[in-house]
């Protein structure tokens, strides 16, 4: 299923409000109980095990998607992002016979994903290289990118430079986020992961993820009041 890219309007109305909620998802532990957990992945996953090489092209296709844009969105530049996601894919591939089913495989492998963002980041000045795009945008449609929802042919010029230079600033408010809350802030907000996924994710306790997601919240909705107050 294809990505949805939250545009910087729904942006500013979602973290502008004070009491933010995003909407629940079964967690892992809840599935088990029901009995609804199931990982479509496991019969590819299992043939890599047995020496099916085809079996991760499988897998690739699945997800290099969304793993680009937890990179992109993590990072804020698409070079990083797509030797991110060939790194991520490389060291999945070597260390898939680790992988041991205790969550889904989805999880384990963004989780792969967002270890080598945070690598890179630490190389680099991440806040000084980021660049400013419309988060109306998909970042894996590279030099032919196209905006999801273009606008219509009355629209007036003055309003489509409106959108756009609000888009790109909620952008810069998401990378000049500390790291830590950014990454939280995308998985959680922008990709929808359950609390469970990203404890697993960042081998953080289910309270520190939610105590840091809310300081997050925090800190976008102040520096999001700024953007407008800078527009008016």
Same mark, same amino acid.
């Given at each position: 299923m294809?990505d949805?890219?939250?545009t ?5 109305q979602?973290?502008?409000?004070e ?15 029901t ?12 043939l890599?095990?047995g ?9 690739v296709?699945?997800?290099q998607?969304k ?7 993590m ?22 016979k680790?992988?041991r ?7 384990w ?5 967002v270890?080598?963002?945070?690598n890179?980041?630490r190389h680099t ?15 894996y449609?590279?030099?032919?990118r ?5 606008a ?5 010029v003055?309003? +489509? =430079?409106?959108?756009?230079? *609000? &888009?790109?600033?909620?952008q810069?408010? #998401? ?8 990454? +939280? =802030?995308?998985?959680?907000? *922008? &990709?929808?992961?359950?609390y469970?996924e #990203? ?5 953080l306790?289910?309270g520190?993820?939610?105590s840091?997601?809310s ?7 102040e520096?999001?009041?700024?953007v407008?107050g800078n527009l008016?």
């Amino acid at each position: 299923m294809k990505d949805t890219l939250i545009t910087g309007n729904f942006l500013i109305q979602f973290f502008m409000r004070e009491g933010t909620k995003s909407a629940d998802r079964l967690s892992h532990a809840e599935e088990r109980r029901t009995g609804y957990f199931v990982d479509e992945d496991s019969q590819y996953v299992a043939l890599c095990n047995g020496g099916e090489p085809r079996a991760f092209e499988v897998l690739v296709r699945r997800h290099q998607k969304k793993m680009f844009n937890i990179a992109y969105r993590m990072t804020g530049n698409y070079d990083d992002a797509a030797d991110i996601v060939q790194e991520a894919f490389l060291s999945a591939y070597k260390a898939i016979k680790t992988f041991r089913g205790e969550a889904k495989f989805s999880t384990w492998l963004y989780g792969i994903v967002v270890n080598h963002a945070r690598n890179r980041m630490r190389h680099t000045n991440s806040k000084a290289y980021h660049e400013p795009v419309s988060l109306d945008v998909d970042p894996y449609a590279g030099n032919d990118r196209k905006p999801i929802d273009p606008a219509s042919d009355d629209t007036p010029v003055t309003d +489509i =430079l409106i959108q756009k230079e *609000i &888009q790109e600033k909620v952008q810069k408010c #998401i990378n000049d986020l500390e790291k830590d809350h950014r990454e +939280i =802030l995308v998985l959680r907000d *922008i &990709q929808g992961f359950s609390y469970e996924e #990203i404890s697993i994710m960042l081998g953080l306790p289910d309270g520190t993820v939610k105590s840091r997601l809310s300081r997050a919240r925090g800190a976008i909705r102040e520096s999001l009041k700024k953007v407008l107050g800078n527009l008016r």
